[in-house]
């Protein structure tokens, strides 16, 4: 018995945490929940994830959905950002220049473009990346990249790792 609509959450104006992980959600607008904060959906289904105007939001937990598309443009606040286990070819982030955890493995994105940000922590394995630009990210400690196309991987700005994880398993 599980939840495949939730019609009605837009009236909820204050909502500021959101969990509705496990259920059977093919499409989740979340538009109207301004003040969202932390959403969880995280096993839905979910192919279309609307959280375009949530300037609040800080983290974003969407794993093992369907989703090919997220637009996280107005999304400015985000800090953490988990999307594992998706559809996704494409992940643009130079709007959320206060991301500091990623989480995209298991999707099939092909290139990475990390610089505008100064990540802690970056999960990307299992993907068809060529090319991942690590470039100003000294704060990060966690890079998990094994399982990608990648040949060369440029390490220089980033002295502060600790778990270093690449190649292919």
Known sequence: YKIT???GIE???NLQ???????NLDTLNLNYNQYLKHIICVADSIEVLMIDSLFSLQILQCNSNNIAELNLTGNPAIDSLECSNNKLTTL???HNIYLAYLFCG????TSLDISMLDLFALRCQNNAINTIDLANNYSLEWLTCYNNNLQNI???DNPNLIVLNVGNV
């Open 5 to 7: 609509d939730i019609t």
């Open 11 to 13: 009236g909820f104006s």
């Open 17 to 23: 945490y959101l969990n509705c992980s496990n259920n």
């Open 92 to 94: 643009d982030l130079s």
């Open 106 to 109: 298991e999707n099939n994105l």
């Open 154 to 156: 440029n390490l220089n």
